[in-house]
Nanobody, 126 residues
Framework: QVQLVESGGGLVQAGGSLRLSCAAS????????MGWFRQAPGKEREFVAA????????TSSDSVKGRFTISRDNAKTTVYLQMNSLKPEDTAIYYC???????????????????WGQGTQVTVSS
């Protein structure tokens, strides 16, 4: 079975940085795209960043572009989200997810992911 466990969230001041990690179990990790999504109170879950199966292609939402970087280490079956220049509006629960299909292009839609972690809280104070 696939399990995704996020860590690294916390409370940080505006302008600070955090690095989220998502440790994955299950077979064929290196064949699946991985993504980060977030959900703020009262809002729908939204796309943050995604990385393809090999790590060669990444994409991110306009709201985090230039501040957040997604990466992966297939040997460690872990995906990361480096978050710099954090803003109060980045406050949310952050989830990592694994794509439904293997060896495909990067996906940004929630419906393209079928395994999710439990989430980690990120709070940015002003």
């Amino acid at each position: 079975q696939v399990q995704l466990v996020e860590s690294g969230g916390g409370l940080v001041q505006a302008g600070g940085s955090l690095r989220l990690s998502c440790a994955a179990s299950g077979r064929f990790f290196s064949s699946y795209n991985m993504g980060w999504f977030r959900q703020a109170p009262g809002k729908e879950r939204e796309f943050v960043a995604a990385i393809n199966w090999s790590g060669s292609v990444t994409t991110s939402s306009d709201s985090v572009k230039g501040r957040f970087t997604i990466s992966r280490d297939n040997a460690k079956t872990t995906v990361y989200l480096q978050m710099n220049s954090l803003k109060p509006e980045d406050t949310a629960i952050y989830y990592c997810a694994r794509s439904k299909d293997l060896l495909v292009g990067v996906r940004t839609s929630i419906t393209e992911y079928n395994y999710w972690g439990q989430g980690t809280q990120v709070t940015v104070s002003s």
